[in-house]
């Protein structure tokens, strides 16, 4: 059984850090590709940031520079290191992977970023 757990959320200033973990059980994440997406309301999921199991990196152009998606292979855990963080960064964040055409998804973290 897949399960994906969200943690690091939190309330933090304008300019402020967070860093959200996502924890794997039942699937080995070093040979995933793992994303992480953001859901603000009024607005539509979007992908934020996304490690594949090669260990190469995207992100969404408006975390470039600011946000760093991380793997640590013997935790089973992928990280979202969020720096510079601003008031539109505000959102539940998701962790998503797929095993076998399926698609697997955590329980989220709420980011708020005050002004």
């Known amino acids: 059984q897949v399960q994906l757990v969200e943690s690091g959320g939190g309330l933090v200033q304008a300019g402020g850090s967070l860093r959200l973990s996502c924890a794997a059980s039942g699937i080995i994440f070093s040979i995933r590709d793992v994303g992480w997406y953001r859901r603000a309301p009024g607005r539509q999921r979007e992908l934020v940031a996304r490690i594949i199991s090669l260990g190469q990196t995207n992100y969404a152009d408006s975390v470039k520079g600011r946000f760093t998606i991380s793997r640590h292979n013997a935790k089973n855990t992928v990280y979202l290191q969020m720096n510079s963080l601003k008031p539109d960064d505000t959102a539940v964040y998701y962790c998503?992977?797929?095993?076998?055409?399926?698609?697997?998804w955590g329980q989220g973290t709420q980011v708020t970023v005050s002004s």
């Open positions: 998503k992977t797929n095993q076998n055409g399926r698609d697997y």
